[in-house]
């Protein structure tokens, strides 16, 4: 298994509410992602990193923020939970050693978030 | 827009049996065609990858078939067994690049002995 490891794995919040997950990889790989899986929907890009301080929104970025300020850590923060946020988060990296347009991802074990 | 649809939704098959499950899409020019495999509560992880020009490519008892002028692809298991039983995700990457992956919302796979 590729070193991605997602935390919290659960958590459940009120409306509001500040919440940050938290995405650690060990493989040194350039490119980090945040994705939202929810039923009936393809997993969907919240925002996107190609190095240290570089980062870009993706399909469904209002409402997030992200930051990484080490290789090795990406964060996804939520500034003000809504129902509309409950799903599940995938954090995925790729880029080492592979072109980025053929790379592929390898995902962590996902967070399950339920914001009431 | 660029899509990918996959069918059927979900489907049941007894242990040993074979089947096949469909992705259509629109994106177009694509880099390279990948369908993943989600079990419970885990993350994707990648069975096979094939560029545009290719028509077959084989992951053990997984085939994934290509056909670029239709816009379609498949994914055939064979001998099924019961840890085949996941979620099966079409994955498009454009040539625009990575960042524009287009993931279809996933065939639900139940093996049943």
């Known amino acids: 298994d590729a070193g991605i490891t997602q935390s919290p794995r659960h958590k459940v919040t009120e409306t509001g509410t500040p919440v940050t997950l938290r995405c650690h990889q060990t493989?040194?790989?350039?490119?980090m992602y945040w994705y939202r899986q929810d039923p009936g929907h393809g997993l969907r890009l919240i925002h996107y990193?190609?190095?240290?301080?570089?980062?870009d929104k993706g399909e469904v970025s209002d409402g997030y923020s992200v930051s990484r300020s080490k290789t090795e850590d990406f964060l996804l923060t939520l500034e003000s939970a809504t129902s509309s946020q409950t799903s599940v988060y995938f954090c995925?990296?790729?880029?080492?050693?592979?072109?980025?347009?053929?790379?592929?991802?390898?995902f962590g074990e996902g967070s399950r978030l339920t914001v009431l | 827009k660029n899509q990918v649809e996959q069918s059927p939704q979900s489907l049941i098959i007894l242990e040993g049996k074979n089947c096949t499950l469909q992705?259509?899409?629109?994106?177009?020019?694509?880099?390279?065609l990948r369908w993943y495999k989600q079990d419970t509560g885990r993350g994707p992880v990648s069975l096979t990858i094939m560029t545009f020009s290719e028509n077959t490519k084989s992951n053990g008892r997984y085939t994934a078939t290509l056909d670029a002028d239709t816009k379609q692809s498949s994914l055939h298991i064979t001998a099924s067994q019961l840890s085949d039983s996941a979620s099966y995700i079409c994955v498009v990457i454009p040539e625009t690049g990575g960042f524009k992956t287009i993931f279809g919302a996933g065939t639900r796979l139940f093996v049943k002995a």
């Open positions: 990193s190609y190095g240290v301080k570089d980062t």
């Open positions: 992705c259509n899409y629109t994106v177009s020019p694509f880099s390279n």
């Open positions: 995925a990296i790729s880029g080492k050693g592979q072109g980025w347009t053929t790379g592929e991802l390898f």
């Open positions: 493989e040194n790989h350039r490119y």
